[in-house]
Nanobody, 120 residues
C-alpha cells in the first residue's frame, strides 16, 4: 500500500515558521513530481508548491512566493515545505501529493493531510 505521511503541522503565531515533511513509501519516489496542496474551510483545494522529480525545478502559488520553499531528499523519500512569515490566511489542511505519467496514464497519490493554524 502506497503511503504519504505528512507531519510538522500545528499552531503558530503570525510571522512564525513551520516545516512540513512528507515521508513516502512503497513507490519509486524519485520518479514522481511532488506537490503541496492546501484546503481551508469552505474553500477549494489549491496548489501551493511543486517540485520536479529531480528537484531542479520548483513552482509556487503567487500567495506564498518568497515565503515558502519546497525541497526534497530522494535518498530519504521525503519532501519538505518550509513556511516562513506565516499569515492567518495560510491556515488550512496541507496535503502532500505525488504525481507522474505512467504509460501515458496519470498516477496520483495523496497523504492524509496535516493541519496548520496561524493565529495569535
Amino acid at each position: 500500500q502506497v503511503q504519504l505521511v505528512e507531519s510538522g503541522g500545528g499552531l503558530v503565531q503570525p510571522g512564525g515558521s513551520l516545516r512540513l515533511s512528507c515521508a513516502a513509501s512503497r513507490f519509486t519516489f524519485s520518479n514522481y513530481a511532488m506537490n503541496w496542496y492546501r484546503q481551508a474551510p469552505g474553500k477549494e483545494r489549491e496548489l501551493v508548491a511543486a517540485i520536479s522529480n529531480t528537484g531542479d525545478s520548483t513552482n509556487y502559488a503567487d500567495s506564498v512566493k518568497g515565503r515558502f520553499a519546497i525541497s526534497r531528499d530522494n535518498a530519504k523519500n521525503t519532501v519538505y515545505l518550509q513556511m516562513n512569515s506565516l499569515k492567518p490566511e495560510d491556515t488550512a489542511v496541507y496535503y502532500c501529493n505525488g504525481r507522474r505519467l505512467l504509460g501515458g496514464v496519470p498516477v496520483s497519490y495523496w497523504g492524509q493531510g496535516t493541519q496548520v493554524t496561524v493565529s495569535s
